[in-house]
């Protein structure tokens, strides 16, 4: 029997596709009407946590944050059997995740951090990918049970946290590329280039082919041989803000980026790769 801790948009998801695939859960929710509301779905709804982790082999944990998770686990514990299986999905810090598998062993209960690139329909569809590091034991013990929840089980080894902290690496990405995007946007608005206009050259010129190959000329420490010198982009990078000032209208990032840019110009470096900028960052 399984009970799952949080009901959000992702937990609420991933218990009606156990549910589908005839698994027993229990769940609970700090807001008690999202835990009865998966009642009508098959799923039995506790009020207490502690009532509702009783007898489960495996204790699943969607939540908000480390404080919330170490709160509903401290609330749950005196109703954990021993040798349970603590599964947090939980976005946290990689110090949290690395702390809650030493306390909870200690315990005598297992914790695994798993955290996901999975949106709600992803949950539902047991599609996506869900990362776990640690004790390859118990990774073996649960792989199944893991992989028939995601469509990607993905096994970062056996350091502790590696999962946490590349969960974190992942989110930045995705919030620079959504910030990019938004900054993208307003040079476009600024130039009278329409939404619709960016989405078709995107379509056909795709720069996000190119991410592997950026990132190994980034993190390569050879800059000689440039494909865009520094100095031409900072001039084009020019062109974008005159642009968005003839307008009207506020960039964020790109006045950043064209400080390092100067940066790394005044060190003598305006005819290396652009990519140079990044090279405090190896």
């Not at 690496?169 to 329409?194: H, P, Y």
Request: charged letters at 20%.
């Amino acid at each position: 029997m399984i009970a799952f801790l949080g009901m959000g948009l992702l937990g609420s998801n991933f218990v009606k596709a156990l549910l589908n695939k005839g698994e027993q859960v229990r769940v609970w929710n700090r807001t008690a009407e999202k835990a009865t509301a998966l009642e009508i779905f098959g799923a039995q709804a506790f009020a207490d946590v502690a009532d509702a982790v009783k007898g489960a082999t495996r204790v699943h944990l969607t939540l908000k944050d480390d404080q919330s998770v170490d709160e509903v686990l401290a609330a749950a514990h005196a109703g954990l059997q021993p040798g349970t299986y603590i599964v947090d999905h939980t976005t946290t810090s990689r110090e949290g995740a690395e702390q809650r598998t030493r306390e909870w062993k200690e315990r005598g209960f297992i914790y695994l951090h798993a955290p996901v690139f999975m949106g709600p329909q992803n949950a539902l569809e047991s599609s996506g990918y869900m990362l776990v590091s640690g004790d390859q034991t118990v990774i073996n013990t649960l792989q199944t049970s893991l992989e028939a929840m995601t469509g990607q089980l993905v096994n970062l080894g056996a350091e502790n946290g590696k999962a946490a902290a590349m969960k974190l690496v992942g989110n930045s990405f995705l919030v620079c590329l959504t910030a990019g995007l938004i900054e993208t946007l307003t040079v476009a608005k600024s130039l009278n280039v329409t939404p619709e206009d960016l989405s078709t050259l995107l379509q056909v010129w795709n720069p996000g082919a190119g991410v592997a190959g950026r990132l190994k000329r980034i993190t390569s420490g050879s800059y000689e041989q440039p494909s865009w010198e520094l100095s031409m982009s900072r001039k084009d990078t020019q062109l974008f803000l005159n642009a968005a000032k003839k307008a009207g209208h506020q960039l964020i990032l790109l006045p950043e980026i064209a400080k390092q840019m100067d940066k790394w110009i005044d060190k003598g470096f305006g005819n290396h790769d652009w990519t140079i900028i990044g090279k405090d960052s190896i």
